[in-house]
């Protein structure tokens, strides 16, 4: 449920650290999970805390707002104002400013407006270190985008009570203009585009932190040159001798924890002949969304490496070992950005994958993992089989607040709005449903049926065919509907054309 991402499945376990943990940057053990935004209202805004840093990230879901008014009539089809979806969005679509006392979050709402997102506006509770103060986007799917903000505390030790120092205040709705936001510097990242100065592409580090890396090479490079004494070689030591590769998984709404064996007598001689129990090694870029866990000595062949199913924190991700009935246990803990079930941990390991063996599994792989929201998608089911469509919708809505990027409820509303809209601008509404549930999942046929009911409806009958034509092939089932429905919108576009035209002279009054 919403009041999940507050609870964790081994709270006691994963959030106090024990004297038999290493390596790891938060170590003594302070960090919070929270929701960020107005009281009582679904943002979608999440925050994380350490000792060190304050980290915020923001679900944006098209549609992204446009130029229009707030009534939306013209939302898809005018030409003032198109849909921007998921692949549309860009860095400079968002704004993001930090001085020492304070924090601004914009995102683009039209063509010279900017809106301030709720919550994330105003003077901060405690001062920042702005020059350590960056922020990323990564595209997850057709599902979202997700806004990362990494706050670098200027007095790191303690955690703050609060984000905002007057939240009444910042979660007030507010926007800004183009002139007030051209202050705001520009730089060009690597690919010769210009993005927000304080954007850190997500595959790549903060420019602090690669300036200390370039020192610290150069600081080993001159002591390197002053030792002119041989050394001695340390024996080479293998990652597959010394953990074995049978993961166990454990996922809650805020973490995602990886545990792996280790052998006890190469873990004992490993400790002997290095002198530390720091003998692995974790890189996370600044987006999150990728690994390599390693190691160190044999980078070459990691335990793990690749894409991950979500995007973690880097700043709490860390490694420890515990003894469990007398042998050594690796665990990889990752706090979570967002509370969403991963439908992997890392790409390509098919050990760390969640599969469709039951009902509830694909109902987790299709969106819909609340409690709640399962519940409410229930009622509305029951209310639409006995044809209460406003009944239905309402449940729908609630369904969508927990859990918007559940593509079968995406539908079954457009199926239950289209039994009773009629109004253009209405129906305009429905359409977005529809596209939204392809966007997610671009091969569920039954959104591309509700496409072409709802386009034939708003006379658009030539991209209604095509939707139908274009559903029939992801449906494997053939069914013979598709036909019907293809002939049926022919004969009514035929209508539509042939169909008496009002004159000035004789029908309008």
């Not at 439908?343 to 994958?353: D, Q, T």
């Amino acid at each position: 449920s919403r009041c999940a991402r507050a609870r964790d499945v081994d709270a006691d376990r994963l959030g106090t650290e024990s004297g038999s943990r290493q390596s790891f940057d938060n170590p003594t053990g302070m960090e919070t999970h929270h929701i960020l935004g107005p009281p009582k209202e679904f943002s979608h805004c999440y925050g994380y805390q350490t000792a060190d840093s304050y980290c915020i990230a923001i679900q944006l879901r098209p549609p992204y707002e446009g130029g229009g008014g707030c009534r939306k009539i013209h939302q898809i089809t005018s030409d003032w104002d198109s849909r921007k979806g998921v692949e549309d969005l860009t860095p400079n679509d968002m704004m993001i400013k930090f001085t020492e006392r304070s924090i601004e979050v914009c995102k683009r709402g039209g063509s010279s407006s900017w809106h301030m997102i709720r919550g994330l506006h105003g003077p901060t509770y405690q001062q920042m270190n702005r020059e350590k103060s960056y922020w990323t986007m990564t595209k997850h799917g057709g599902r979202y985008w997700l806004i990362s903000i990494e706050i670098v505390k200027k007095t790191p030790g303690k955690l703050w009570s609060r984000l905002m120092r007057d939240e009444r205040e910042a979660n007030r709705p507010n926007m800004k203009w183009d002139k007030d936001m051209q202050r705001t510097p520009m730089i060009m990242d690597k690919d010769g585009k210009f993005v927000p100065s304080t954007y850190c592409h997500p595959h790549q580090k903060p420019k602090y932190e690669t300036q200390e890396a370039d020192l610290d090479e150069v600081f080993i490079e001159e002591l390197e040159m002053l030792e002119d004494e041989p050394q001695e070689t340390k024996k080479k030591w293998l990652m597959k001798d010394l953990v074995d590769l049978r993961f166990g998984m454990e996922e809650s709404t805020l973490s995602m924890l990886v545990s792996m064996n280790m052998d006890p007598e190469k873990w004992r001689e490993i400790q002997r002949d290095l002198g530390t129990s720091d003998v692995f090694g974790l890189d996370i870029p600044f987006g999150g969304n990728h690994i390599k866990f390693y190691l160190k000595g044999d980078e070459d062949s990691p335990i793990l490496a690749g894409k991950l199913g979500g995007c973690v924190w880097r700043k709490g991700s860390r490694w420890h070992v515990e003894m469990r009935e007398g042998r050594p246990m690796l665990e990889l803990y990752m706090p979570k950005q967002t509370p969403e079930p991963w439908s992997y941990v890392v790409e390509g390991y098919h050990s760390l994958s969640r599969t469709a063996y039951d009902p509830y599994q694909q109902m987790i792989l299709d969106g819909l993992w609340d409690d709640e929201a399962i519940e409410e998608k229930a009622k509305g089911d029951g209310y639409f089989r006995n044809s209460e469509y406003r009944s239905a919708v309402k449940c729908y809505d609630r369904t969508l607040e927990r859990n918007p990027d559940s593509y079968i409820t995406l539908t079954n509303r457009a199926a239950a709005r289209l039994a009773y809209e009629t109004e253009k601008f209405k129906v305009e509404e429905i359409l977005e449903d529809a596209q939204r549930a392809l966007e997610i999942n671009p091969q569920w046929y039954k959104a591309k049926f509700r496409e072409g009911i709802i386009l034939c409806k708003l006379h658009r009958y030539d991209e209604a065919v095509w939707a139908l034509e274009e559903g029939q092939r992801m449906d494997r089932s053939n069914n013979v509907s598709w036909e019907e429905e293809i002939a049926t919108i022919k004969e009514e576009r035929i209508k539509w054309h042939n169909r008496k035209k009002l004159t000035y002279l004789n029908d309008v009054e």
